[in-house]
């Protein structure tokens, strides 16, 4: 099992993670807030579950189909993080199109909602552009 292999697993726990925020008690506060910063809904869940999904296929499957994950699934996270800094919702789980802009913020809360995305994106992209093999 190649690095990027084991990544795609590393993967799955993560996102399956973020799936259950919502149904762990004491995760989630009053408002209804994982952690006391981002609300997730059934589309969140069902995004991060089929992420999960499709991290699991590429990781068992081979190094080629793990970097094309990682390639595909980063930028598409990552471009969901910074789109919520534009927008306050992010574009994978349609929040944009279901929300109005909340418009351009930095604040602490924007960017805590938003550093999981550019996180789990920006490691993943990095790892699938930057490790040698075959070509997506």
């Avoid at 589309?43 to 089929?50: N, T």
């Avoid at 349609?94 to 789990?120: C, D, K």
């Amino acid at each position: 099992m190649s690095t990027l292999q084991k990544l795609c697993i590393a993967y799955v726990v993560a996102l399956l993670a973020a799936a259950s925020l919502n149904y762990v008690p004491g995760l989630t506060d009053e408002n209804g807030l994982a952690l006391g910063i981002f609300a997730l809904d059934i589309y969140d869940d069902a995004l991060h579950v089929a992420s999960a999904l499709w991290a699991l296929v590429a990781g068992l499957l081979s190094h080629r189909a793990a970097r094309s994950f990682l390639i595909l699934f980063g930028l598409a996270y990552l471009g969901d993080g910074v789109f919520g800094f534009f927008t306050g919702y992010g574009y994978l789980d349609l929040g944009i199109f279901t929300n109005g802009s909340a418009g351009m913020e930095l604040s602490v809360p924007r960017v805590l909602a938003n550093l999981p995305h550019l996180a789990l994106g920006g490691v993943a992209a990095w790892a699938g552009l930057t490790q040698p093999g075959t070509r997506v």
